[in-house]
């Protein structure tokens, strides 16, 4: 599976954003998918994620009520629309992919494949 992350950019505190993640290879509904972040100096951290199903999301707790992805199997593409955005939320952001034997993904150790990565900035 190939991921490939856009969307990202400059917004102000409070601001909105839509990333998205174009994937092929599988059809999207073959595997759970997810959005993790990197801040400078820090690890990798889960933000939200869709089990294979589709039926469930997950969100770590700083982005709930802010965050929600969503994916459109027609277009193959997984989409994390970010409201409400506060300088915390700056970092690089990552498309991920499970294993079609996964059920959910919430770990950096659960993804088979990442995309390239896409900046998102909030200034205060």
């Known amino acids: 599976v190939q991921l490939q992350a856009s969307g990202g950019g400059l917004v102000q505190a409070g601001g909105s954003l839509r990333l998205s993640c174009i994937t092929s290879g599988l059809s999207v509904n073959s595997y759970a998918t997810g959005w993790f972040r990197q801040a400078p100096g820090k690890e990798r951290e889960f933000v939200a994620s869709?089990?294979?199903?589709?039926?469930?999301?997950y969100y770590t707790n700083s982005v709930k009520g802010r965050f929600t992805i969503s994916r459109d199997n027609a277009k193959n593409t997984v989409y994390l629309q970010m409201n409400g955005l506060k300088p915390e939320d700056t970092a690089v952001y990552y498309c991920a992919a499970g294993p079609t034997y996964r059920t959910t993904i919430s770990r950096s150790s659960d993804i088979a494949s990442w995309g390239q990565g896409t900046q998102v900035t909030v200034s205060s």
């Open positions: 869709m089990t294979r199903s589709g039926a469930n999301t």
